[in-house]
């Protein structure tokens, strides 16, 4: 079974810091590696994704997440946060011959502060 | 291009009620998925049609849901009769192909009281 764990439920961080979201999956098979961002009052929007390839992702707005094997881990980051950027942020993971068939972290809401 | 339209935004029923939510994928996407996320939790799959056949619905919580596409199109999602531990909110994705990204509606909020 696949399983993901994002730690950190609340993220509160001043603008223009560096962030870091965690994210740990547990899975006996290979996996693809994503991270979805939610605005308020909006729907899921795909942030970077890890197929394979280089172990460094970047993504939209910024973002990058670096894929560890050997820790399980897949942590997003952003070196310098905006205002815009508070949204509620979901590591997923999906098994490569099923693609959008989704195991979500509970999330992370990113509360940036000026 | 319009996007995956999800209708009603918000839902409050009753206990014993039944609701049927509604999701409009992107046109031309044969896959649509269904996922909710109840009380703050994850966000947990629930089925998958490609076109109008269910492809995948092992996340089905139990036979008081019941999930349609007719003709391949839209999507709806039958609750009956409701819950209060269905309260929560359902998303809906859609994509071209089983290999290529999904993109979501902005979920329909469900409130069982």
């Known amino acids: 079974a696949q399983s993901v764990t994002q730690l950190d439920s609340q993220v509160p961080v001043f603008e223009e810091a560096p962030v870091e979201l965690r994210c740990n999956y547990s899975?006996?098979?290979?996996?693809?590696l994503f991270w979805y961002v939610q605005y308020p009052n909006q729907g899921l929007q795909l942030l970077l994704k890890?197929?394979?390839?280089?172990?460094l992702v970047k993504g939209i707005n910024g973002f990058e997440a670096e894929f560890n094997k050997s820790q399980t881990s897949f942590h997003l980051r952003k070196p310098s946060v905006h205002i815009s950027d508070t949204a509620e942020y979901f590591c997923?993971?999906?098994?490569?011959?099923?693609?959008?068939?989704?195991?979500f972290g509970s999330g992370t809401k990113l509360n940036v502060k000026p | 291009e319009a996007g995956v339209t999800q209708f009603p935004s918000h839902s409050v029923i009753e206990k014993g009620q039944t609701v049927t939510l509604r999701c409009d994928p992107i046109?031309?996407?044969?896959?649509l998925y269904w996922y909710r996320r109840v009380m703050g939790k994850e966000i947990k799959f629930l089925l998958h049609f490609v076109k109008e056949s269910k492809q995948d619905e092992s996340g089905m919580p139990n036979n008081r849901f019941l999930a349609e596409r007719t003709g391949g199109t839209y999507s709806t999602l039958k609750v009956q009769p409701a819950e209060l531990e269905d309260s929560g909110v359902y998303f809906c994705a859609s994509s071209e192909q089983m290999n290529t990204e999904a993109f979501f509606g902005q979920g329909t909020r469900l409130t069982v009281v």
């Open positions: 890890y197929l394979s390839g280089s172990t």
């Open positions: 046109s031309g996407h044969d896959n």
């Open positions: 899975s006996s098979v290979s996996v693809y």
């Open positions: 997923a993971v999906s098994l490569t011959y099923n693609f959008n068939k989704f195991y």
